[in-house]
């Protein structure tokens, strides 16, 4: 297995176990994080014998970038795995500081029919390991810092969430990554069990909920998860994760033109959120020739945040990356199995 599946805990738990003292954890989580070895042997202050089994207990480097497209503040990695499966990740750069949004699956089973991922299957969950690996890789690769992390690319994060929790746990903790947990989004698509579970984890991070319709029969359409969790199901679940938290919560919402664009469905989404500690993301969406749905275009979009404004409902649009590129959700993956 690889050692970046490890939380600190854990790590503490294996050399107590191989009858070591729990210090040589906290020495290798400083070790691969702070000074990123790429062996066991330039651990210099463990032993050469805990050393040599670390080497034989554990892999360090399970996920290699195999292609990079490069966009103005964007960059769109692909990944293979051991297995020889691809996963994605896009590196985004922010006035605020650098974001990277990671896969959480190979593929995705939640089938929403405008989502790139969603047209090939899953295929199994990424380990904690995995996950973590991609922003080293990235961080190595780009030769910065990511200050953001966004569980937004391939899979359905709360599909996989035990991996999911642990990689937040590694990537926060003040010897590992030290990413601040406010700056650590979890977006879902709305497994509504999960979100009730993520109310209890003891990290301040974000929730962001793909929501992209404002009413059962649209979103059914689009979304296949609205067929087992219904609107009244989700937002019940959201209002007792904000009673828990106290943490405002983020709506994804992505921009279809003829599909989610009209007034109708402006209105109706500020009829859904009214009085929730929120906000509407819109997301200009990102076409793929694989898929049928088109973008709105850019004064419907301003017409439909209008509404939201005017109705007292906090909004953005959010900032376009990788026009140029493959910047949907799992098209450079696409692109590469299709071959």
């Known amino acids: 297995m690889s050692v970046y599946d490890l939380t600190i805990d854990e790590l503490i738990e294996y050399f107590l176990k191989i009858g070591e003292k729990k210090y040589y954890a906290t020495e290798l989580f400083s070790w691969l994080?702070?000074?990123?070895?790429?062996?066991f042997k330039e651990v210099t202050n463990i032993k050469k014998e805990i050393r040599e089994k670390l080497g034989v207990d554990f892999i360090i480097s399970n996920i290699e970038i195999i292609a990079v497209e490069l966009g103005k503040d964007v960059r769109k990695y692909l990944f293979k795995l051991k297995d020889g499966e691809h996963i994605e990740a896009v590196l985004m750069r922010h006035d605020y500081g650098n974001s990277l949004c990671i896969s959480s699956q190979v593929g995705?089973?939640?089938?929403?029919?405008?989502?790139?991922?969603?047209?090939?299957?899953?295929?199994?969950?990424?380990?904690?390991?995995?996950?973590?690996?991609?922003?080293?890789?990235?961080?190595?690769?780009?030769?910065?810092?990511?200050?953001?992390?966004?569980?937004?690319?391939?899979?359905?994060p709360f599909d996989n969430y035990d991996n999911i929790c642990n990689f937040i746990k590694i990537i926060n903790h003040p010897k590992g990554l030290n990413i601040g947990s406010r700056h650590i989004t979890v977006s879902t698509c709305g497994l509504v069990p999960k979100i009730l579970?993520?109310?209890?984890?003891?990290?301040?991070?974000?929730?962001?909920?793909?929501?992209?319709?404002?009413?059962?029969?649209?979103?059914?359409?689009?979304?296949?998860?609205?067929?087992?969790?219904p609107l009244k199901d989700l937002i019940s679940a959201i209002k007792k994760y904000l009673e828990k938290t106290n943490r405002r919560v983020t709506f994804e919402y992505i921009m279809l033109s003829s599909v989610n664009d009209s007034k109708e469905d402006a209105l109706e989404l500020v009829n859904l959120l009214k009085g929730i500690n929120s906000y509407v993301n819109l997301i200009p969406y990102n076409e793929t020739d694989a898929l049928q749905f088109k973008r709105s275009n850019?004064?419907?979009?301003?017409?439909?945040y209008d509404i939201l404004k005017k109705n007292n409902i906090t909004v953005t649009i959010r900032r376009e990356f990788g026009g140029e590129i493959s910047a949907a959700c799992g098209q450079l993956r696409s692109k590469k199995e299709d071959i």
């Open 33 to 39: 994080y702070n000074k990123r070895i790429t062996s």
């Open 108 to 156: 995705c089973n939640m089938g929403c029919k405008f989502c790139e991922s969603g047209r090939r299957r899953k295929v199994r969950n990424l380990t904690t390991g995995e996950m973590v690996e991609q922003i080293l890789k990235v961080e190595l690769d780009a030769n910065l810092r990511i200050s953001h992390v966004v569980i937004m690319g391939i899979g359905e």
């Open 197 to 229: 579970e993520f109310s209890n984890f003891p990290y301040q991070v974000n929730l962001a909920i793909s929501l992209h319709a404002a009413n059962d029969k649209l979103r059914r359409e689009i979304m296949p998860i609205a067929k087992v969790y």
């Open 298 to 304: 850019p004064l419907t979009i301003a017409k439909f």
